[in-house]
């Protein structure tokens, strides 16, 4: 971008959190456009302190993409969509599918010439989604997004979540269903729920599996299945296993009472860092995966780490001054190989190397205790 003199650039917040864990600043002038899911208040703030101009973009692909765009300040609110574009109309719409009154909860549903004509060969789900639009009559129809949001007495609106089961990790829409049915027909899985969990660049895909004897599934089969039938981005980073799926007095699943994942390890000794380096990846590493505790053995892949987190890796190690690329960290995914790759032979530039990240290595970058 700084060779090629961009001044503007369309991104999902996710590559922003990239951009910015490179160091990037864009001139005063840059034009930021962020779209494909929520824009955090926390990443809105950290790139209007570059100078740069914000804007926050909304829109499903269903009404052709775009369908509202507004300046982002800094200030304490979450950040707004709306208003909607020209010869676009929003509704906020409660289970009656009348118009919710200002400030109360309901489901978004735009109108207007952007909306597509449906699903290609899926009449049903067309039908489902794709409805009469009652505010303006005649063959115009509005799509219902799913989102649950409320109107705002400014005419912007605040994005309270889905009412749905379908959630967006780095741009990606999935439906997290979709994966459930997969897993259901593994063998020896009795019962599968699905969840995204965590926020931002961390969030990640969660299977809480039920098998049909109670016992350990083999998850590295289970990944080899899931491989071939769904996309990488779709692909849960962690599996836990139940004795049940907790539901209920009705028989629904009960989401909430799911247990806290936690990335499940083979039962080994933990094996502390040996030198400033190793300390410093280990670091790393734990604040990116955020986890608490780190051996420097463990796979970052097995961990459930993925390709942002590879590239926040890498951004925090070069700013630490370790010289780390990506492609040694997808070929020695582990704290101590990456530390063997990347250390110079000769221990006097290993030294010179070392010596202005000691303290980044004891204050940010010290190995949490368990």
Request: aromatic fraction near 6%.
């Amino acid at each position: 971008m700084r060779e090629g003199g961009i001044s503007v650039l369309q991104a999902t917040p996710s590559t922003w959190r990239l951009l910015l864990e490179t160091g990037w600043k864009p001139a005063p002038s840059f034009k930021m456009l962020c779209g494909g899911e929520a824009l955090p208040r926390d990443l809105a703030d950290q790139l209007l302190s570059t100078e740069g101009v914000l804007w926050n973009m909304y829109g499903p692909t269903e009404t052709t993409i775009w369908s509202a765009v507004s300046l982002v300040n800094a200030g304490p609110a979450p950040v707004r969509i709306g208003p909607p574009i020209a010869n676009t109309q929003f509704y906020v719409l409660n289970g009656l599918q009348h118009i919710a009154p200002l400030g109360v909860p309901g489901e978004l549903c735009i109108g207007g010439d952007g909306v597509a004509q449906g699903y290609f060969r899926r009449p049903d789900l067309t039908r489902e989604k794709f409805m009469p639009d009652p505010f303006r009559g005649g063959s115009n129809r509005m799509y219902r997004t799913g989102d649950l949001v409320r109107l705002l007495p400014g005419g912007e609106l605040e994005f309270l979540g889905r009412l749905d089961n379908q959630v967006k990790i780095r741009g990606f829409r999935i439906e997290l269903g979709e994966i459930e049915t997969i897993l259901m027909q593994q063998p020896g899985i009795r019962e599968a729920v699905v969840i995204a969990h965590g926020e931002g660049s961390a969030k990640k895909l969660v299977a809480y599996l039920a098998t049909a004897d109670g016992q350990e599934c083999d998850r590295e089969e289970l990944k080899r299945a899931l491989t071939n039938a769904l996309p990488a981005y779709m692909l849960p980073a962690i599996f836990v296993t139940l004795d049940s799926i907790p539901r209920t007095p009705n028989g629904k699943v009960n989401r909430r009472a799911l247990p806290e994942p936690s990335v499940s390890r083979d039962p080994k000794p933990n094996r502390a860092p040996r030198n400033e380096t190793e300390e410093a990846l280990s670091g790393i590493f734990s604040e990116v995966l955020q986890l608490e505790t780190l051996s420097i053995d463990d796979n970052l892949f097995e961990l459930g780490a993925d390709s942002i987190q590879v590239f926040q890796i890498v951004a925090r190690a070069n700013r630490a001054g370790l010289g780390v690329t990506v492609q040694q960290v997808l070929r020695n995914p582990t704290v101590e190989a990456l530390s063997s790759a990347r250390t110079p032979s000769d221990s006097n530039e290993q030294s010179a190397i070392l010596e202005p990240i000691r303290p980044v290595a004891r204050d940010r970058y010290r190995v949490k205790k368990g």
